[in-house]
């Protein structure tokens, strides 16, 4: 499968298809041209290396190596698109993707859906601060203490404030039964995703909740009657000329030709392909990213006055205004400084990520992707415009490389074990020094010290921890705000971490020790009261920051049926199939050589 994968996708990697009429004569300029193909062949890292050449890594590489198998851009410079591009393939074997070619945008619906709420607040049909149950009327907002202190209003949904729970939705394979959308509110099968109700009082925190966009899909269709992808169309899609776009769910047959074919993370189509969303506010439109930036554009003139086809000034201006928690407004996650604001969203659906960022002055750019990879594709390819137009933000951090002597490149080469069956080698390449970890290549790592590196392939940093004469005894990982500790050990054990995991992964072999440490988890999760001293510090920052959904997601799931040993994965964690009341859950668990748990991962289950 990986050698026919390659050799039908390296063949269609590189074509690239010009946009419709006006965009196609614009991007023919010859400096726009020229911008483009130096974006296509010269992929940014995170980090670059003042007085060194750029980047030659080629977006047909990056695509191979992600298992993204198509990709489409559209470039949005002075409020205009100035050019728009699709490269690689529908699905393997497959037409070229077009500037015509929809996928599934994912959470970029939440923005678009808000736009529409916003339109009908601003004509006097919905008050932004109102009791939303004043407003549906086939379902409520289910009445508790919470609600009672603060009622549930469309300004805390739109802006994921109103302490609504579940965060996003799976969506629902190809013959499987879908659930209405009262049925996905109640958590009633065949919907998979637990009931949506309030667990803390609105307005207190911001907490990530399609579940809410859930409740202002359901107050849509009772307050005007219409089927939400017609009220979308009438509403958005329409009057901004969003002519590829559209929320129904299923995509209709007629819509199926221009349709991406959904991969996973290894390069697999997605069984029965894309899955149908009835969630459709917070996950259901279909669209191209030309669609997208006409979005983007609008909402741009808009806020300087300059077109109101949805909105005035002043109602974009509050679309776009931080609500003061989680740097938030209305439907768009808002960043930038004072002088150059920007808004953003993105979005996942199984198989499809997609990322849109446009600046209050004009620039902007939207990303669709046909794989689940394609995350990491989009940042780099944000990078990579962001430096071509001189963008504030998103470009690559810059680095003045200090000069070290290869002695000190001998003395940090080695091995570093960072966990149980985790070991990180470093090794002398040229001038510098190379990470790996399990066979995967962490990058080059560059001195801006004796003490301090940082890799060019991402933003972590490492530091080196050394003995009163000098002698390396660890280094620490800088991960965002984790730090990750790895000791120093010799060759000989190195190997037999090596072995001790391949014995446990050929084996299968359960750690005595894991559906009890698992158990405790959960239940110290229900309660919001982790242990965090059977932890590893890595494990315990990240239960910290997500404790709150976490304990929600563990409530919402109701009684513990079963918790069922799967067997071991590539990494050595034991796998478990846990099931719930409400819900059915596969989680991966590594006893630490301490005894405590080294890492604890989960994902839901269809």
Same mark, same amino acid.
């Given at each position: 499968m990986r050698k026919s994968f390659l050799s039908i996708g390296l063949l269609l990697w590189a074509s690239a298809i010009v946009t419709q009429s006006s965009e196609a004569q614009l991007a023919s300029d010859s400096a726009v041209e020229a911008k483009i193909q130096d974006i296509e062949n010269n992929i940014a890292p995170a980090v670059v290396i003042r007085g060194q050449d750029g980047s030659h890594i080629a977006l047909a590489s990056r695509m191979a190596a992600l298992h993204v198998p198509g990709v489409s851009i559209a470039v949005i410079h002075n409020e205009t698109i !100035?050019?728009?591009?699709?490269?690689?393939?529908?699905?393997?074997?497959?037409?070229?993707?077009?500037?015509?070619?929809?996928?599934?945008?994912? @959470? %970029? @619906?939440?923005?678009?859906?808000?736009?529409?709420?916003?339109?009908?607040?601003?004509?006097?049909?919905?008050?932004?601060?109102?009791?939303?149950?004043?407003?549906?009327?086939?379902?409520?907002?289910?009445?508790?203490?919470?609600?009672?202190?603060?009622?549930?209003?469309?300004?805390?949904?739109?802006?994921?404030?109103?302490?609504?729970?579940?965060?996003?939705?799976?969506?629902?394979?190809?013959?499987?039964?879908?659930?209405?959308?009262?049925q996905v509110l109640n958590g009633e099968k065949p919907a998979n995703t637990p009931p949506i109700l309030v667990d803390t009082v609105p307005g207190t925190i911001w907490r990530y909740s399609g579940g809410g966009?859930? %409740?202002?899909?359901?107050?849509?269709?009772?307050?005007?009657?219409?089927?939400?992808?017609?009220?979308?169309?009438?509403?958005?899609?329409?009057?901004?000329?969003?002519?590829?776009?559209?929320? !129904?769910?299923?995509?209709?047959?007629?819509?199926?030709?221009?349709?991406?074919?959904?991969?996973?993370?290894?390069?697999?189509? %997605?069984?029965?392909?894309?899955?149908?969303y009835p969630e459709m506010a917070p996950a259901g439109l279909w669209t191209t990213p030309s669609d997208l930036a006409r979005y983007a554009i609008e909402l741009q003139k808009s806020l300087t006055g300059q077109s109101n086809r949805v909105l005035s000034k002043t109602t974009a201006n509050e679309m776009v205004k931080d609500v003061g928690l989680g740097n938030y407004g209305l439907g768009l996650q808002v960043g930038g400084s004072p002088d150059h604001p920007y808004f953003e969203h993105g979005g996942v659906d199984e198989g499809f990520v997609s990322d849109l960022i446009a600046y209050d002055n004009g620039d902007g750019v939207a990303i669709m992707t046909n794989g689940m990879n394609g995350g990491r594709l989009a940042e780099e390819l944000v990078r990579t415009i962001a430096l071509a137009y001189h963008w504030p933000d998103f470009a690559p951090k810059e680095n003045v490389v200090a000069k070290v002597t290869r002695d000190l490149l001998d003395e940090y080469a080695g091995y570093y074990r960072q966990g149980r069956f985790t070991v990180v080698t470093i090794s002398r390449s040229d001038d510098h020094l190379a990470a790996t970890q399990g066979g995967q290549d962490l990058g080059g790592l560059y001195p801006t010290s004796d003490r301090e590196w940082f890799f060019t392939n991402d933003a972590a940093r490492l530091s080196f921890e050394v003995s009163k004469n000098g002698s390396p005894t660890a280094l620490v990982r800088h991960l965002r705000d984790i730090e990750i500790p790895?000791?120093?050990?010799?060759?000989? !054990?190195?190997?037999?971490?090596?072995?001790?995991?391949?014995?446990?992964?050929?084996?299968?072999?359960?750690?005595?020790?894991?559906?009890?440490?698992?158990?405790?988890? %959960?239940?110290?999760?229900? !309660?919001?009261?982790?242990?965090?001293?059977?932890?590893?510090p890595g494990l315990a920052d990240v239960t910290r920051q997500q404790l709150s959904d976490l304990h929600t997601m563990i409530n919402n799931f109701g009684v513990l049926k079963s918790v069922s040993f799967k067997g071991v994965g590539p990494a050595g964690a034991d796998i478990y199939d846990v099931a719930f009341e409400k819900g059915s859950t596969q989680w991966r668990i590594i006893m630490g050589a301490d005894g405590k748990y080294e890492t604890i991962g989960v994902r839901m289950l269809p």
């Open positions: !100035e050019w728009a591009r699709g490269f690689g393939v529908t699905k393997l074997g497959g037409p070229s993707v077009t500037t015509n070619t929809i996928f599934q945008a994912g @959470s %970029i @619906s939440k923005p678009v859906t808000a736009m529409a709420v916003l339109h009908l607040v601003q004509s006097g049909r919905l008050n932004l601060d109102t009791d939303v149950n004043q407003y549906l009327t086939t379902w409520k907002v289910p009445e508790n203490s919470f609600t009672a202190q603060k009622k549930v209003t469309l300004r805390g949904l739109l802006s994921h404030t109103a302490g609504v729970t579940v965060h996003g939705f799976p969506g629902y394979a190809s013959g499987d039964p879908v659930p209405t959308l009262v966009y859930v %409740i202002t899909q359901q107050l849509l269709l009772d307050l005007t009657g219409k089927s939400f992808p017609s009220f979308m169309q009438t509403t958005v899609l329409g009057p901004l000329g969003m002519s590829h776009s559209t929320y !129904e769910q299923p995509l209709p047959a007629t819509r199926q030709v221009d349709a991406a074919t959904p991969y996973d993370q290894n390069g697999a189509p %997605i069984v029965g392909g894309a899955h149908t790895a000791a120093r050990i010799s060759a000989s !054990e190195a190997t037999k971490i090596a072995d001790e995991l391949a014995a446990k992964v050929k084996n299968q072999t359960q750690d005595p020790a894991s559906e009890t440490a698992l158990r405790q988890n %959960i239940d110290g999760l229900r !309660e919001g009261k982790p242990d965090y001293d059977k932890m590893s």
